[in-house]
Antibody, heavy 121, light 108 residues
Framework: QVTLKESGPVLVKPTETLTLTCTVS??????????VSWIRQPPGKALEWLAH???????SYSTSLRSRLSISKDTSKSQVVLTMTNMDPVDTATYFC?????????????WGQGTLVTVSS | SYVLTQPPSVSVAPGKTARITCGED??????VHWYQQKPGQAPVLVIY???DRPSGIPERFSGSNSGNTATLTISRVDAGDEADYYC???????????FGGGTKLTVL
């Protein structure tokens, strides 16, 4: 059974760096072309894709947020980590991690429950 | 960059058919996926590769994609279908996923 679970701070201050962890189970992050994405959703607003990492460490990022994002993985811990620098109140959102339907560039068939991050002083 | 345009809201009476569109120039040349999201929950994939349904998704959900518009069709709508729906494509030009702005489906 594939599961993903996000963890991280619920509150960060403006200008701080956010670090979120996605812990997965039911599959291996080392499986060829297996990928995990991060997506966020501000309260009452639309989904926004942030970043993606494949098993070979190939990364892709949202063009608009590329300069602030970094994605990495620890296969031994079954974790994918997202960092976002210089946090602002507009970054307040629920952050989800998700896995594709199968290997490669695939729609997100598996999602975590999401974690709400509030940016406030 | 790629922008997917969805109507903010669609209303339909129970038992009728709802159609939710997702527009962009030549979207028919891309593969479109659709998600359903209910309040407080993570999105659920309901249609992938334009018209395929994941296991567990009712046959009432169908999809099509041609020209400048992709469409999610929900037949025999019931109250349980009330949710936000998002379309999604992979933009090969910029190597990133793009979501539409979402459509709130209201069952009257």
């Amino acid at each position: 059974q594939v599961t993903l679970k996000e963890s991280g701070p619920v509150l960060v201050k403006p200008t701080e760096t956010l670090t979120l962890t996605c812990t997965v189970s039911g599959f291996s992050l080392s499986k060829a072309r297996m990928g995990v994405s991060w997506i966020r959703q501000p309260p009452g607003k639309a989904l926004e894709w942030l970043a993606h990492i494949f098993s070979n460490d190939e990364e892709s990022y949202s063009t608009s947020l590329r300069s602030r994002l970094s994605i990495s993985k620890d296969t031994s811990k079954s974790q994918v980590v997202l960092t976002m620098t210089n946090m602002d109140p507009v970054d307040t959102a629920t952050y989800f991690c998700a896995r594709g339907l199968m290997e490669g560039i695939q729609p997100f068939a598996f999602w975590g429950q999401g974690t709400l991050v509030t940016v406030s002083s | 960059s790629y922008v997917l345009t969805q109507p903010p809201s669609v209303s339909v009476a129970p038992g009728k058919t709802a159609r939710i569109t997702c527009g962009e120039d030549n979207i028919g040349s891309k593969t479109v996926h659709w998600y359903q999201q209910k309040p407080g929950q993570a999105p659920v994939l309901v249609i992938y590769y334009d018209s395929d349904r994941p296991s567990g998704i009712p046959e009432r959900f169908s999809g099509s994609n041609s020209g400048n518009t992709a469409t999610l069709t929900i037949s025999r709508v019931d109250a349980g279908d009330e949710a936000d729906y998002y379309c999604q494509v992979w933009d090969t030009t910029s190597d990133q996923w793009v979501f539409g702005g979402g459509t709130k489906l209201t069952v009257l």
